[in-house]
Every structure is written in structure tokens, then in C-alpha cells.
């Protein structure tokens, strides 16, 4: 089906919303046609302007006007629309419509973000990024307001503000803009040790996904699936990407946030526009209620993941994105989600972090959207209608018919009429709680490392070295030294020659962690509850590394063609064919944007120029062959460019194919007279040298060569 002529019951809805000017006369908002749009009404062609001119002041006012505050965390996000595929009923465990019949279709729209940075800011920074995703469901919205990472900084919603003040840019000086690497971020987390799993996750590749498109989405908390008989199961919730989870190099990350600092928005709207559709498996940990208890860490503790190793995960459906919004403000910026839009059959846990969000989101659509009608907004209405007594209010919509606002009443009939719980109405799950109305934290909570071990264990050579060297370049942007060496002693409970390693570039000694004390009751301070270091049950965990991603597939990746003048158009023309019928894109680099005449006087139009664009914006690149094409990228006009290009590739380990008569380009660059196998370098001599490099760019890249590349 067309992109934009993808049919479901929320893009219906939204049709009836959406206008277009085509073939239309302008006019004002009240709909009368304007005459001149050029010059404002005055007194005289050189007097001053007039008052009365309504349809300057309608303008300008409505202009004055268009900014809403951005989002306090997430402000910056990409938006789709999709759908979501049941491929296997969950019927045991949820009563959710949505979950229960096989094939059933739920219309959805996703917002992709990152946290810490403004609306304006890069797409590379590192930062968790935001994964919440909207069912339109027949029972209502269901919103699964997740990020990109299984855990979170802290266990208690009390201390968020906290954490946001702490990464934002600082207060006085309003610096730095989306970055972690200063003196507030890790001040804050020097003195938290629960932080220190998300942490881990902060300071791996994942921080710098190469797409949404290849990042997994977690629900982070443990939530709750109740069923038709009332049983609760608890659940967690995974998306886990078809083309793999895969991230750029911190280096790479710095310079594509100046060569294309719209990168993942781009890389999103693209690939949907050409029909290669991002699609996740979605998948559910269950566990039974009677085992809660049965693990080395608390269900409800946010800085906790369930292995997958001991609840693995089953993939029940498929989410597919498949068509971009029409108006980024009117969809992706109004768009509200909110953890607490649930549908029957799904409930929270007692998780005091996602307690605390419960509150939140409500809250601050009312300050970002203005009035408590936000549901209203097209892209945020639910696809069955809305019957309530709630009334008026800021821009209300909804005509209420009738006298009746109130319940019970006997004008209206009744109407709107309560549900029952066999006609849908929602309850909430009744759970036994018997406690002391107490302001402290569970001891069940103080496991502040294990966690973090597991994840660091778990990862391969590469993925330590890149953990080390982001920890080293952002505690090396840390200013006071007590900070970085309380958190290097906070890395020594997880393991020592990662905090060693860190220290030493850092000029310190891993010394025994010191917190300040901060004259707050032990219980109440999560520095008072140092954890004892102490070794997670699961040792290791396959899942947690990125090594074991997918990378059986070169779909949607975009392969940089650099050619010139005199380019043997036969070998473009096969190798494009190969890499397009494998859902790959080729884009075409040449020294301007004149139409390159190839050597048998075909003509190819360049999208980029050599300078316009950089390797880091490619995940491999392919030196054209032809020596005319050669000579002219070796011309000294050229050459510093195109050496650029593959010396900067290799440095970040993708893969280069060098076409016939490329030898000089081989030679000129750092790729040449390396001793070491690199399986990513193909020249075309080598047999099925077109179908190596694609199996090379499915690779993605070559990370155990890293060091032999950079040497
Ligand atoms: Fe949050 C936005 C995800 C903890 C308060 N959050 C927001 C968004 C995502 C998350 C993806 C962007 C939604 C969008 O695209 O519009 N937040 C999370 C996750 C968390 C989490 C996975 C922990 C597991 N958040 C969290 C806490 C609080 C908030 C503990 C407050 C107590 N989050 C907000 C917020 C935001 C938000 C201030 C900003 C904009 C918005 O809600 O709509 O209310």
C-alpha cells in the first residue's frame, strides 16, 4: 500500500483533521479571502500602519504566538505512525483486547527522543533515548511510555527532579547543551550509587544508536497483566528491532552532530518515505506473582533488569512503522503520552518510580499544552469516543449535548451509563497491601552494583573499551576532582580494572569510596545505603551485548558511491542493483553536483558533494572504479576530501570497497600496507568481491579491529 495512503481507523480520524492548500485562495481564520498578503494597511504608501488592519494584527498575533514550551526532558522527538500486529494471544495472562485475538491490528503512533537535550539540540548526544509508543486501541489509548535502556538512575520518583537539574545544561551559564560530561551530571551521580547500572548503559554504544531504527525499547518497570479470571501475572515489555541493535563511535556521534545534526530524524523519515518500513518484535517476560520473590533483586526496583537468561522473552507481535506525520508540530510535538493511559488488562506495580510518573505526565501536558482538553488534539484521541461529564475548559471541542453533566441523573436516563466489567469497564487490579505509612526505601532495594556487573561482564572487548574511553572523555570534562574520584570509587565495586583504566587516564588512584556525609537519616539516603559489593546470581548474559545482534541484513543502510568524471559505469550500475535489491540505499558522492559523465558517456547525477557531506553520515563506502574517475578524485582539489572519507571510515571500522583501478586512492590512504586481515577492506580483484563487501556492511562494523585501524 502507498505510504500515505495507509489505511487504518486512527489515520481516518486524523484525515478529517488534516487540510491542504492545493488549488485553495489564502484567507484569514475566520475564512475571508485575503487580497494582499504583501504590504500592511496605512495611511498613505509611506505612513504609518493602521490599526484596523485586522488582517496584520490576526497574523502577527497568531505568530507571537506559536511557540509552546518544549518538553521539560524529551524535548527533542521524532514521531511515525504504524500499526501493531498480534501474532500470538496473550489471552493467559491479559484480558487487553489488543493482546488477545491473533492478527488483530492496533493502530499506533511512536515518538522517538533524547532526554536531556532542547528541542534544537543534536540527535548523537549521548543520552538514553525515549521509545513511547501509543496504541490506539477499541478500549482506549494504551500508552508504553519506554526508552531505549531496561533500567533507570534512580528507584523513587521523589529524586527525578533531582536527576533532570543535575544533567540539564547548568543553571548559571546554561552550559553544556545535551551532555552528561560536566560537573552537575556526575556530582549528582558520584553521590548516587543506584545509578551506577543505568550508568553502564549510559557509557556503552547504546548512548549513540546508529538509527531508532535499530535500538531496543524496554517498559522498564515491572507492570502488571491481569486476565479474564483475575489473575496477575507481573510483565515486562521488550521491542527488539529487526535490523539489529547497532550504535556509531563516540568520535563518529561528535562529528555527525556537526555534519547532520538531524541524523536519526533524518535517517527515520527516510527510510519510511522509501517504503523500507522500521518494524521491532515485541515481546513480554512474564512471571507469576508467587514469584516475585524468588529473584536476587526486587521486581519493583527500577535499576533492575530480569534477565533474559532466566525469563526469557516471548515474542508475541510485530510493530511496524509505516507512515510519517503530516505536521511534525500538530502530531509529534502535541502528542502527550502518559504511563498511566491503561486499557483492562494491564495495570502498574507498586515500582515507585513509575508511581511517581503516574502523577507527572498529566501534569505537565497541562502547562506544555495548556489546558486539561489535550486529549482532544487530534493525534492524542482515542479511536472510540469519549462520553463523560467532564466539561469546558481551554479550546474545548466536543459539543455535549443535552442539560445533563453531572451523575447520577435521572434527566439524562443515566446516561453516560457506568461499565461493567464483563462490557469492558476498567478496574483496578485489588491487591492485599498492609504496611506502615513509612518514608524510607526497601532494603530489598540496596543492591546497587550487582546489576551493573552483570552488564559490564557481559560485554564484548570492544564494548568494555568503548564503556572505559566514554567514562575517561566525560569525567575528564568534570572540573572538580573530588567528583571523579568518587566516581572512579564507585567503579571499583564493579570492577576494578575498569576503575583502574579510568583513573589512570584521569590522574587519580582508585581509592576507597568516601560520600560526604550529608546530615540525612540513613534510611533516607541512598549513600547511607551504600550496597556491599555483591555478585549478581546471573553471571553473564548474552542479550546484554551488541556483538549478538542481528547482522544477517544491509537493509535500509545508506552506501556512499564516490566517483568523478570517466567512472566505469558497469560496475556502479551491478554493484547498486545488488545493494537496491537488498533494500539498501546508494547515494552518490562526486567532487561538485555537475552530472558526472561516465566513461562510456552515461551521465549520473551526484546527490552530495565530496565536502558537502562526510563519511560519518555513511555505513560504507565504495571507491567507484575507472582510473579517469581516479585521477580526477586524486587531483589536489579533490584528494584531501576523498582521503578524508576513507581514512575516516576506516578509522571507525566500517567497510570499504575499492573498485579497479583504485590503487592510488588504496595506497594514498591509512588503509594501505596494514599487516593485519581485515575482512571489511575488499578490493575488486578478491572473488565475489561485491558479495564480501555486502556481507561486510551487514557486519556493520568491525569493532575487534578497532585498535590495528587507529594505530
Ligand atoms: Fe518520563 C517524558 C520515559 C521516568 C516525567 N518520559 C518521557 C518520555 C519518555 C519517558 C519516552 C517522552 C514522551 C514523549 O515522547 O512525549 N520516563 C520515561 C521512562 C522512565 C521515566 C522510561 C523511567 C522508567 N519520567 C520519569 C519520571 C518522571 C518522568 C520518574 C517524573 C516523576 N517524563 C516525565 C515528564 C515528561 C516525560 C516530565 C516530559 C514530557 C512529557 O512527560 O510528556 O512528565
Known sequence: MENNESQNEKLDQLRSFTTSNQNEKLTTNQGLKI????????????????????????????????????????????????????????????????????????????????????????????????????????????????????????????????????????????????????????????????????????????????????????????????????????????????????????????????????????????????????????????????????????????????????????????????????????????????????????????????????????????????????????????????????????????????????????????????????????TSHQERISGTKIRARSESFVDHYSQAKLFYNSQSIPEKQHLQKALIFELSKVTIPAIRERVVGQLAFINMDLAKTVAQKLGLEVKKLELPNQSIPANADPAGLQSEEREPATKFSNALSMENTIKDTISSRVIGFILADGVDIGDVNVLKTKIESQKARVDFIAPSLALVKAGDGSLITPKHTLTNTASVCFDAIYICSGENSVNELLDPENKYAVLNFVNEAYKHCKAIYFGAETDGIYKASNVNNKKHEDPAIIISYVENADEEFIKAVAQHRVWELEKERNS
Not at 562529528?255 to 538531524?262: M, N, Y
Request: aromatic share 10%; proline share 6%; with cysteine.
Open 35 to 426: 487580497n494582499n498578503n504583501q504590504d500592511s494597511l496605512k495611511a498613505g504608501e509611506r505612513g504609518p500602519s493602521l490599526l484596523e488592519d485586522f488582517i496584520l494584527r490576526e497574523k502577527i498575533t497568531h505568530f507571537d504566538h506559536e511557540r509552546i514550551p518544549e518538553r521539560i526532558v524529551h524535548a527533542r522527538g521524532s514521531g511515525a505512525h504504524g500499526v501493531f500486529k498480534l501474532n500470538k494471544s496473550l489471552e493467559k495472562y491479559t484480558k487487553a483486547k489488543f493482546l488477545c485475538e491473533v492478527g488483530k491490528e492496533t493502530p499506533v503512533f511512536i515518538r522517538f527522543s533524547t532526554v536531556a537535550g532542547s528541542k534544537g539540540s543534536t540527535d548523537l548526544a549521548r543520552d538514553v533515548r525515549g521509545f513511547a509508543v501509543k496504541f490506539y486501541t477499541e478500549e482506549g489509548n494504551y500508552d508504553l511510555v519506554a526508552n531505549n535502556m531496561p533500567v533507570f538512575f534512580i528507584q523513587d520518583a521523589i529524586k527525578f527532579p533531582d536527576l533532570v537539574h543535575a544533567v540539564k545544561p547548568e543553571p548559571d551559564n546554561e552550559i553544556p547543551q545535551a551532555a552528561s560530561a560536566h560537573d552537575t551530571f556526575w556530582d549528582f551521580i558520584s553521590l548516587m550509587p543506584e545509578s551506577m547500572h543505568m550508568i553502564m548503559w549510559l557509557m556503552s554504544d547504546r548512548a549513540i544508536p546508529r538509527s531508532f531504527r535499530m535500538m531496543e525499547g524496554f517498559g522498564v518497570h515491572s507492570f502488571k497483566f491481569i486476565n479474564d479470571a483475575g489473575v496477575s501475572h507481573f510483565v515486562k515489555f521488550h521491542f527488539k528491532p529487526k535490523l539489529g541493535v547497532h550504535s556509531v563511535a563516540w568520535d563518529e556521534a561528535q562529528k555527525i552532530s556537526g555534519v547532520d545534526p538531524d541524523f536519526h530524524k533524518r535517517d527515520l523519515w527516510e527510510s519510511i518515505e522509501a517504503g523500507n518500513f522500521p518494524e521491532w518484535d515485541f515481546g513480554v517476560q512474564i512471571i507469576p506473582e508467587e514469584d516475585e520473590h524468588n529473584f536476587d533483586f526486587d521486581l519493583l526496583d527500577p535499576t533492575k533488569i530480569v534477565p533474559e537468561e532466566v525469563v526469557p522473552v516471548q515474542i508475541v507481535g510485530t510493530l511496524t512503522l509505516n507512515k510519517n506525520p503530516d505536521n511534525f508540530f500538530a502530531e509529534t510535538e502535541q502528542v502527550a503520552f502518559h504511563p498511566g493511559h491503561l486499557v483492562p488488562g494491564i495495570d502498574f506495580s507498586n515500582d515507585p518510580l513509575l508511581q511517581g510518573r503516574l502523577f507527572s505526565y498529566t501534569d505537565t501536558q497541562l502547562s506544555r499544552l495548556g489546558s486539561p482538553n489535550f486529549h482532544e488534539i487530534p493525534i492524542n484521541r482515542s479511536i472510540n469516543t469519549v462520553h463523560n461529564n467532564q466539561r469546558d475548559g481551554h479550546m474545548r471541542q466536543q459539543i455535549a449535548k443535552g442539560k445533563v453533566s453531572y451523575e447520577p441523573n435521572s434527566i439524562g436516563g443515566g446516561c453516560p451509563f457506568q461499565a461493567m466489567m464483563k462490557e469492558g469497564g476498567f
